[in-house]
């Protein structure tokens, strides 16, 4: 199987939904890395949803705090926050 590595940038988010990835049909996706950026004057709330294939949605990240001119590192936090995984 063959693996394809895509980077995507998305400037000015700003306060409502933006669907930034969706995996083409017939086809699964993996994200290795993710980060938020907050280049505003102010600290900002950042919340991450994934929806499945159903369209069912589940925060990944909710309401994380990012103060202004920093990075949140979205994969560094989950790895610091769980220690085990269960797949059931």
């Known amino acids: 199987m063959a693996t394809t590595f895509r980077t995507k940038i998305v400037k000015d988010v700003g306060t409502k939904k933006l669907e930034v990835f969706t995996t083409p049909p017939g086809t699964n996706a993996t994200i290795i ?26 925060y990944y990240i909710k309401d994380v705090m ?15 926050q769980i220690s085990t995984i269960v797949l059931m």
């Open 33 to 58: 890395g993710m980060n938020l950026a907050n280049t505003s004057e102010f600290a900002v709330q950042a919340s991450i949803l994934i929806k499945d294939d159903t369209s069912i949605e589940a």
């Open 66 to 80: 990012i103060p202004s001119g920093s990075s949140f590192k979205v994969m560094q936090y989950l790895y610091n």
